[in-house]
């Protein structure tokens, strides 16, 4: 069974920086995507930045030149370091990866999120 395990989350002051980061445990035949969504409180989730395997990252336009993903994969890790963080980055973080295990199609699969609060 697959599951993505998020960690780094926390409570920081405007300006601070912190690091996020999501394993994938279980056995994974390969990985197309992995990202990073976001939810504030009263608001739908959104993307904040996903990487495709080969393919070109994107970010959301409210945390460009201040979040920047990557991946490690050979651990099957993706981190999400953050800069600059503003009150309004306040929410839970859900990782998020597009991935397949042997037998089975590709399919997304969710973290259980980690809360990152932003205040003075």
């Known amino acids: 069974q697959v599951r993505l395990v998020e960690s780094g989350g926390g409570w920081v002051q405007p300006g601070e920086s912190l690091r996020l980061s999501c394993k994938t445990s279980?056995?994974?035949?390969?990985?197309?995507?992995m990202g990073w969504y976001r939810q504030a409180p009263g608001k739908q989730r959104e993307l904040v930045a996903v990487?495709?395997?080969?393919?070109?990252?994107n970010y959301a336009d409210s945390i460009k030149d201040r979040f920047t993903i990557s991946r490690d994969n050979a651990k099957n890790t993706v981190y999400l370091q953050m800069n600059s963080l503003k009150p309004e980055d306040t929410g839970v973080y859900y990782c998020?990866?597009?991935?397949?295990?042997?037998?089975?199609?590709?399919?997304?699969?969710w973290g259980q999120g980690t809360q990152v609060t932003v205040s003075s």
């Open positions: 990487m495709p395997s080969g393919g070109s990252t």
């Open positions: 998020n990866a597009d991935l397949r295990v042997r037998g089975s199609p590709s399919r997304t699969y």
């Open positions: 279980g056995i994974v035949f390969s990985i197309n995507a």
